[in-house]
């Protein structure tokens, strides 16, 4: 077996020399082949490798934000393996195929129990700390067959399901996230992050939410982002108290002013921690002050040097000017005529919070499908597009199907002024072109392109290319 471990570890680091960690396969491939000849068994040797222990983030948003946010603050007080934007078993392998290091981080998406394996990749890695961002309606058909929400629910729940050691992150304010962690109280030692400050989502959520517990539909007394709130249930479910909570937003000088407490469970120190911090950061979404909480979060629990926290924190808000956001990410360009968005929205609630950080007056909306039999998705995606009210709807084909795009758009069709161009995957530069011709030709005062598809294959070229173009 050692023996075996060894080839392995020689031709993954071989293959990662040559790669150079690039964007896509090239973030896996070393992991990919490590797996190859050594197996699940080899990854378990190789997760030693990490001094203090491995943390892998999921959730359906804000992974890789998250991760990265992460790794920036954990660099201060320690060296760290990180891995991000690529989400498999492959990746998390070429992360740890690098040098010796006291953390690695890794972002670990998860579709299907099946697919992900995600209580095989927890036991095999062992981490020291799940991460729970916020999880949603997404991946309704993962290799041609349905994956209904209860299963993909199911499918995240078991990255923690197998800890009996370390710290499960989980956010409060979200009833799935939530649930896991009172699921695992017994087990493992969990933290909860969340928001208690003047903030209040006024807009319906884009899909019902339920309790995740007994089925029945959940109440709020607010909520702070479409589901992310304060809720109870009749069965008693209710949000749990955060121990790391963002207690004051305000909009100064052009930046957020946010207040962070804590009281919490440091891992590494095994003692508990209190801090508060008052920080001056860049405006972005509500949605990434979440991201920003949950990587505060795991900071303050795993830092080695908690005497260092607040000094951590005012070095690492100077830099968060420079942070550079996924590809697949919202990105808002003024031109000289216009105000154009450009990003991801493949779920409800990432549509949602995209529209929430885009003018809406005289808005035209360029929207790219879900894929066959993804009708949860649309209907989500449909609810927060009436709410919107744009101007005029282009659709695209986001995913494969292109018939499927059709009869989406024939729903749309009904409300919007509406036009069909079924242009497919296949010919991806045709697609952006067409996209970025209907952005130059638009009369209105905004312009949003979002939805369903591929990350760096749709939104980090025409973003690319609408900056060198147009922008």
Same mark, same amino acid.
């Given at each position: 077996?050692?023996?075996?471990?060894?080839?392995?570890?020689?031709?993954?680091?071989?293959?990662?020399?040559?790669?150079?960690?690039?964007?896509?396969?090239?973030?896996?491939?070393?992991?990919?082949?490590?797996?190859?000849?050594?197996?699940?068994?080899?990854?378990?040797?190789?997760?030693?490798?990490?001094?203090?222990?491995?943390?892998?983030?999921?959730?359906?948003?804000?992974?890789?934000?998250?991760?990265?946010?992460?790794?920036?603050?954990?660099?201060?007080?320690?060296?760290?393996?990180?891995?991000?934007?690529?989400?498999?078993?492959?990746?998390?392998?070429?992360?740890?195929?690098?040098?010796?290091?006291?953390?690695?981080?890794?972002?670990?998406?998860?579709?299907?129990?099946?697919?992900?394996?995600?209580?095989?990749?927890?036991?095999?890695?062992?981490?020291?700390?799940?991460?729970?961002?916020?999880?949603?309606?997404?991946?309704?058909?993962?290799?041609?067959?349905?994956?209904?929400?209860?299963?993909?629910?199911?499918?995240?729940?078991?990255?923690?399901?197998?800890?009996?050691?370390?710290?499960?992150?989980?956010?409060?304010?979200?009833?799935?996230?939530?649930?896991?962690?009172?699921?695992?109280?017994?087990?493992?030692?969990?933290?909860?992050?969340?928001?208690?400050?003047?903030?209040?989502?006024?807009?319906?959520?884009?899909?019902?939410?339920?309790?995740?517990?007994?089925?029945?539909?959940?109440?709020?007394?607010?909520?702070?982002?479409?589901?992310?709130?304060?809720?109870?249930?009749?069965?008693?479910?209710?949000?749990?108290?955060?121990?790391?909570?963002?207690?004051?937003?305000?909009?100064?000088?052009?930046?957020?002013?946010?207040?962070?407490?804590?009281?919490?469970?440091?891992?590494?120190?095994?003692?508990?921690?209190?801090?508060?911090?008052?920080?001056?950061?860049?405006?972005?979404?509500?949605?990434?002050?979440?991201?920003?909480?949950?990587?505060?979060?795991?900071?303050?629990?795993?830092?080695?040097?908690?005497?260092?926290?607040?000094?951590?924190?005012?070095?690492?808000?100077?830099?968060?000017?420079?942070?550079?956001?996924?590809?697949?990410?919202?990105?808002?360009?003024?031109?000289?005529?216009?105000?154009?968005?450009?990003?991801?929205?493949?779920?409800?609630?990432?549509?949602?919070?995209?529209?929430?950080?885009?003018?809406?007056?005289?808005?035209?909306?360029?929207?790219?499908?879900?894929? =066959? *039999?993804? %009708?949860?998705?649309?209907?989500?995606? &449909? /609810?927060? +597009?009436?709410?919107?009210?744009? @101007?005029? !709807?282009? #659709?695209?084909?986001?995913?494969?199907?292109?018939?499927?795009?059709?009869?989406?758009?024939?729903?749309?069709?009904?409300?919007?002024?509406?036009?069909?161009?079924?242009?497919?995957? =296949? *010919?991806? %530069?045709?697609?952006?072109?067409?996209? &970025? /011709?209907? +952005?130059?030709?638009?009369?209105? @005062?905004? !312009?949003? #392109?979002?939805?369903?598809?591929?990350?760096?294959?749709?939104?980090?070229?025409?973003?690319?290319?609408?900056?060198?173009?147009?922008?």
């Amino acid at each position: 077996m050692r023996f075996k471990c060894i080839i392995a570890g020689l031709g993954g680091r071989l293959a990662r020399s040559i790669v150079r960690l690039g964007r896509g396969m090239g973030r896996s491939f070393p992991g990919y082949l490590f797996l190859k000849i050594g197996g699940l068994d080899c990854l378990r040797e190789l997760s030693r490798k990490s001094k203090i222990g491995n943390i892998l983030i999921t959730g359906t948003n804000g992974k890789t934000t998250t991760t990265k946010m992460l790794c920036l603050l954990l660099r201060k007080d320690a060296s760290v393996s990180c891995n991000f934007d690529s989400n498999t078993v492959n990746a998390v392998a070429t992360g740890l195929l690098g040098e010796k290091a006291d953390f690695g981080v890794f972002e670990y998406g998860i579709r299907t129990a099946k697919y992900s394996m995600p209580d095989t990749v927890s036991q095999y890695v062992d981490p020291i700390g799940v991460i729970y961002t916020t999880i949603s309606k997404e991946h309704t058909m993962v290799a041609g067959k349905k994956n209904p929400f209860k299963e993909y629910f199911n499918a995240k729940r078991l990255l923690s399901a197998p800890m009996k050691k370390g710290v499960i992150i989980c956010n409060a304010d979200d009833p799935r996230t939530a649930y896991i962690g009172m699921e695992k109280e017994k087990d493992a030692h969990v933290t909860y992050y969340g928001f208690e400050a003047d903030l209040e989502d006024q807009k319906p959520t884009s899909a019902p939410v339920y309790c995740p517990r007994c089925g029945e539909k959940l109440e709020y007394s607010k909520r702070y982002l479409n589901h992310r709130g304060i809720y109870k249930c009749k069965c008693g479910f209710s949000r749990p108290k955060p121990h790391v909570k963002l207690t004051r937003i305000s909009k100064e000088d052009n930046k957020w002013k946010v207040e962070i407490r804590a009281e919490t469970y440091n891992y590494t120190s095994q003692r508990e921690v209190s801090t508060m911090l008052s920080l001056e950061i860049p405006i972005f979404g509500v949605h990434n002050l979440y991201n920003l909480l949950c990587a505060s979060t795991a900071y303050i629990t795993f830092t080695p040097h908690p005497e260092n926290i607040e000094n951590t924190f005012i070095e690492a808000s100077r830099e968060l000017e420079d942070f550079s956001l996924p590809p697949g990410r919202f990105e808002i360009s003024k031109t000289k005529d216009m105000i154009v968005g450009i990003g991801q929205g493949d779920n409800g609630d990432a549509l949602k919070v995209n529209l929430q950080v885009h003018p809406l007056e005289d808005m035209t909306l360029i929207y790219t499908t879900p894929d =066959k *039999d993804e %009708d949860e998705i649309f209907q989500d995606h &449909l /609810k927060v +597009i009436l709410s919107a009210k744009p @101007k005029k !709807v282009h #659709v695209f084909p986001g995913r494969e199907s292109v018939p499927a795009a059709k009869e989406y758009y024939e729903t749309i069709r009904e409300y919007f002024d509406s036009s069909f161009h079924p242009i497919s995957n =296949k *010919d991806m %530069d045709k697609k952006i072109d067409e996209i &970025l /011709k209907i +952005i130059k030709e638009s009369s209105a @005062k905004s !312009v949003m #392109v979002s939805g369903c598809g591929p990350e760096h294959l749709l939104w980090a070229r025409l973003k690319s290319k609408f900056k060198s173009t147009i922008g």
